[in-house]
């Protein structure tokens, strides 16, 4: 490329110069005197001449600056950069999956362009334990959604494994509500024991015992001392 772009600087150069020297020597020819010439009218020849001399040159001496300049880019003009490779045309969804993500679209499009990006941003940037508070998102679906990075639209999401139409739709509601973290159940106290009501130990059935005997009673009483003598002493004489 670069010779021939000197080639053609050199080509012209020489058909300007070539053009210069016939002026040169058809001006230089003596014309035919006419039967009237003036000196006025040879002035003015000679300057429409070098006029025309004047111009072949610069017009020359352009076309040689200009195949330089090129010249000098084509030296200095970086490779140029790899075109990337074209991307594999993406597989042919089957139909269930179409309809999976026709289904992901239409729910995702009760959400407004706001929350899709704010959703987006946690899906895309945020950490694992970020990940695991989007309700039915646990550690196994949140390393999908990690492995499946960059996810372009809300929709896809949908399509992740382990993510499907319950899923999702719970995940757009919880957005549409805010996105505010599920607050901490409280743990119920323990009831309390009632007390329980002591056992009556003799059944309400069971016949009362029969009362002891009168006889085996008086044996178990300790017999009872036996009364002093009420009658006066005698005296001694």
Do not use: C
């Not at 020359?60 to 090129?70: C, F, I, Q, R």
Request: charge should be positive; glycine fraction near 4%.
């Amino acid at each position: 490329m670069i010779r021939q772009l000197l080639a053609a600087a050199t080509l012209a150069t020489l058909a300007a110069l070539s053009s210069s020297s016939y002026a040169q020597e058809k001006s230089t020819k003596p014309a035919p005197k006419p039967a009237a010439t003036t000196p006025e009218k040879i002035a003015d020849s000679t300057k429409k001449a070098a006029d025309s001399i004047k111009k072949t040159a610069d017009s020359a001496a352009k076309s040689a600056k200009e195949a330089t300049k090129d010249a000098a880019r084509e030296t200095t003009k970086e490779p140029a950069a790899k075109k990337p490779a074209p991307k594999p045309a993406a597989e042919e969804l089957s139909v269930s999956d179409k309809a999976l993500l026709a289904h992901g679209e239409k729910e995702a499009a009760k959400l407004s362009p706001a929350q899709q990006a704010k959703l987006l941003a946690l899906v895309n940037s945020g950490e694992q334990k970020d990940l695991i508070t989007i309700p039915g998102i646990g550690e196994a679906k949140s390393a999908n959604i990690i492995a499946k990075r960059p996810v372009a639209k809300v929709a896809d999401l949908i399509m992740i494994d382990g993510i499907g139409e319950s899923t999702f739709d719970g995940i757009v509601k919880w957005v549409d509500s805010g996105m505010k973290s599920p607050e901490p159940s409280a743990k119920p106290e323990p009831a309390k024991a009632e007390p329980t009501p002591a056992k009556d130990k003799t059944p309400a059935t069971k016949p009362a015992k029969p009362a002891a005997k009168p006889a085996a009673a008086a044996e178990e009483k300790p017999a009872a001392a036996a009364p002093e003598s009420t009658k006066p002493a005698k005296k001694k004489s």
